[in-house]
Each structure stands twice: as structure tokens, then as C-alpha cells.
């Protein structure tokens, strides 16, 4: 597997299955895509997502009507508790060309990482479901660690304008950004006053 990150506005994603798990990807997903979620039953925490569901008994349906299901989906999920049923829903994912993620039974051929996301980054993270913990971990870590970091790509954005104007080097103009990436006073005058630190950047680096 490789990561990618795509955007699936207007996409259709077809969950399947409506209880926890089912809820979980529907808001994994519900920002990004069309979402439909398919199942007998649906979880509370499926309230006041921006979905659209479907009752339906999964286990009943005959694989022609799991095809009519998927027909101009992108990507499908399946979350339901029999991983026999989903593996089925995989097989016929692979069949009509539907991305799959399988929550339960063999793997498919897409993974849902954790997410770390800022107002100017995104970072996925995945143990390719070994350890789910891990992953939310790392979440953790990155989030407590770097808080400012959304700041600091801020004030790289203003730098680097800058440096275009005054510094026609590009190895040079990394040079200096790197260099205000690595200064610890940078990043502590970031947590208090995002001027402070934009000054002391131009006076270090662009003064120098």
C-alpha cells in the first residue's frame, strides 16, 4: 500500500452497517463525500451527521442486490458484525471496481488512518490495523507536541514570501527557513505572541 490523500467531494461512500463502527466512519467521511449509511438499524452517534440512510437487512440481500447497492459508488465500507458478510461485500467491491475497506474480516484494499489534522496540515497516521492504539498514540503525541505548528507554517509562508524578494538563492532561502524551523526562541515566542516571534524571525534571518 501507498498513502494517498484524495479529494472526495461529491464522491459517493457506501457504509455498511449503521452501529458503532458504522457511525465512526460515517464521520470519518460525512465532510468529505456523500455518505450513505446501510443497515436494519442505526447508533445514536449517527445523529446530526450530514448523512443519508438507508434501512435495509444486509444479511438478506442476494449479491445482485448488493451490485445495485454499489453501482456509482467510489469507495464502500464495511462495518457490519458477521465478517463473512463483509467479506462478501469485498468480493463484489473488487468485482465492480469499488474501492473497499473492510472493517472486519480480509483486509481491503483501502485503510482509514488515524488523523491529525490542523487549520494547515494534515498528517495520516496507520499501523495497517495491527494497532489501532498506536495509532491514536501518535495522534495523541503529535497534537500535545506540537500545538503551534499551524503558526509556525504560517510564519514560514510570510518568510519564504520575503526571502523572494530579497534572496535570489533557493538554497539559500531553505537555508535561512530551516533555520527558523529549528530555533527554539522562534518556536516559544510562537506560543505567546505570533508578532513577537515574526519579528525575531526578520531580525535573526532576514537582517542578519
Known amino acids: ?13 457506501l457504509i ?9 466512519k460515517a464521520a470519518y467521511f460525512e465532510h468529505e463525500a456523500e455518505v450513505t449509511v446501510i443497515s ?13 440512510r438507508l434501512e435495509a ?33 469485498g468480493g463484489i467491491c473488487a468485482e465492480t471496481g469499488v474501492l473497499f ?7 481491503g484494499d483501502v485503510t482509514i ?6 487549520r494547515n496540515y494534515l498528517v495520516a497516521i496507520s499501523t495497517r490495523g495491527k494497532s489501532p492504539a498506536v495509532s491514536r498514540y501518535l495522534r495523541m503525541k503529535l497534537e500535545a507536541e506540537h500545538a503551534d505548528l499551524d503558526l509556525m507554517i ?7 514570501s520575503m ?17 527558523i524551523l529549528r530555533d527554539e526562541e522562534v518556536w516559544a515566542a510562537l506560543a505567546a505572541d505570533y508578532g513577537r516571534a515574526r519579528t525575531l524571525a526578520i531580525e535573526r534571518y532576514l537582517h542578519a
Not at 101 to 107: F, R, S, Y
Not at 113 to 118: E, K, L, M, T
Not at 154 to 160: G, K, P, S, Y
Open 154 to 160: 504560517d510564519l514560514q509562508e510570510e518568510m519564504r
Open 16 to 24: 455498511f452497517g449503521g452501529g458503532d463502527v458504522g457511525a465512526r
Open 101 to 107: 475497506n473492510n472493517a472486519a474480516g480480509e483486509p
Open 57 to 89: 437487512d444486509i444479511s438478506t440481500l442476494a449479491d445482485e442486490g448488493l451490485r445495485g447497492l454499489l453501482q456509482g459508488a467510489f469507495l464502500a465500507v464495511a462495518a457490519t458484525s458477521d465478517p463473512g458478510l463483509n467479506d462478501r461485500i
Open 163 to 179: 526571502l523572494k524578494e530579497v534572496e535570489p538563492a533557493q538554497e539559500k532561502r531553505s537555508r535561512i527557513l530551516w533555520s
Open 113 to 118: 488512518p488515524s488523523v491529525v489534522r490542523g
Open 1 to 13: 500500500m501507498i498513502p494517498l490523500m484524495l479529494d472526495l467531494a461529491g464522491r459517493r461512500v
Open 40 to 52: 436494519r438499524s442505526f447508533s445514536p452517534d449517527l445523529e446530526g451527521l450530514a448523512i443519508r
